[in-house]
């Protein structure tokens, strides 16, 4: 069975500076997927990045980038510029093939980004 | 398009009773997964419908439940609740559901057991 985990319960950025969140996971698997979401507080979970474990290069969406480490199951998530919007939950979540869209999600890390 | 919609977005129940959720995914998609989020076990997989069938059951006791009907819509009944059931039940739906398709998050329905 796959595992994710994130090592930092929660984490403080100052705003416009650059934050990175760590996740590691456990899989068999040779192909995959990796996301990132969002919950920010009180708020629905949304999408920041995903990356198919197919792909060597690492995916970027504005200011967030991943830096995937496949041989070290790593896949961390870089946030730059900071914003106070950037406030929230973050989940690192695993999804394996097999036709099934069920993913695995680690603890989470809280983010707060001060002013 | 309208997003994940989730009805009804807070309930509160005693236990004993059962509680039946409502999920409507996007428009044109045929996957609904259902989580329970909770602070203490974070969140976890409790199933996936695609064409009305359920694929893949999380490790849950049989009270939970779930449907999806012709139009994709969700739902998913706990029965005999217990105060441990008190959670964010949070639904996904995905396009094709062939696996590895981005989900899309509804706002959840907060359920509270007392």
């Known amino acids: 069975a796959q595992t994710v985990t994130q090592s930092q319960p929660e984490m403080s950025v100052q705003e416009a500076e650059t934050v990175t969140l760590s996740c590691t996971y456990d899989?068999?698997?040779?192909?995959?997927?990796l996301f990132w979401y969002k919950q920010p507080p009180s708020r629905q979970m949304i999408l920041v990045i995903r990356q198919e474990a197919y792909k060597q290069q690492n995916a970027t969406e504005n200011r967030f980038s991943v830096n995937f480490q496949k041989a070290a199951k790593s896949f961390s998530l870089k946030i730059s510029d900071s914003q106070l919007g950037d406030t929230a939950m973050y989940f690192c979540?695993?999804?394996?093939?097999?036709?099934?869209?069920?993913?695995?999600f680690g603890k989470g890390t809280k983010l707060t980004v001060n002013p | 398009k309208a997003g994940v919609t989730q009805t009804p977005r807070y309930l509160i129940k005693t236990r004993g009773q059962q509680v039946t959720l409502s999920c409507s995914p996007i428009?044109?998609?045929?996957?609904v997964s259902w989580y329970q989020q909770t602070p203490g076990q974070g969140l976890q997989f409790l199933f996936e419908y695609f064409s009305e069938t359920q694929r893949n059951k999380g490790n849950f006791p049989g009270r939970f439940s779930g449907r999806q009907f012709s139009n994709s819509r969700s739902e998913m009944n706990v029965s005999t609740l217990e105060l441990g059931d008190s959670a964010l039940y949070l639904c996904a739906s995905s396009l094709d559901g062939q696996g590895m398709e981005t989900q899309y998050f509804g706002p959840g329905t907060r359920l509270l057991v007392l």
């Open positions: 899989t068999s698997e040779n192909n995959y997927y």
């Open positions: 979540a695993f999804g394996g093939q097999g036709g099934s869209e069920k993913l695995v």
């Open positions: 428009s044109g998609h045929r996957s």
